[in-house]
C-alpha cells in the first residue's frame, strides 16, 4: 500500500542497504550486530531505515585532504 502523504521512514531490505553502502550483505548485519546502524524488526525480518544509511554513510565519511607538492617543505 502507497501512502504519498504519510511520513513513515523507507525501509530498506538487507540487500538494498548493501547495495546502498557498496558492500556485502553479511557487513550490514555486522554493522547492525555492532550497533553501528541501527534497524527494525518487522515480524520476523530486518529493515534499514533509509535516513539510517545516509547518516552512517555522513558519521563515516572522511573529508578530503589536500595532497602535498612534491619537493615543498
Given amino acids: 500500500m502507497s501512502c504519498p502523504d504519510c511520513k513513515a521512514p523507507r525501509l530498506l ?3 538494498e ?5 557498496a558492500c556485502s550483505r553479511r557487513q550490514v548485519y555486522n554493522l ?4 553501528r546502524l541501527a534497524s527494525v524488526a518487522v515480524a520476523s525480518v530486518t ?6 544509511v545516509v547518516r ?4 563515516n565519511t572522511t573529508p578530503a585532504r589536500r ?7
Fill in 13 to 15: 531490505r538487507i540487500p
Fill in 17 to 21: 542497504a548493501a547495495d546502498a553502502l
Fill in 32 to 35: 547492525i550486530a555492532d550497533g
Fill in 47 to 52: 529493515r534499514v531505515r533509509q535516513d539510517d
Fill in 56 to 59: 552512517f554513510i555522513a558519521a
Fill in 67 to 73: 595532497p602535498t607538492k612534491k619537493g615543498s617543505s
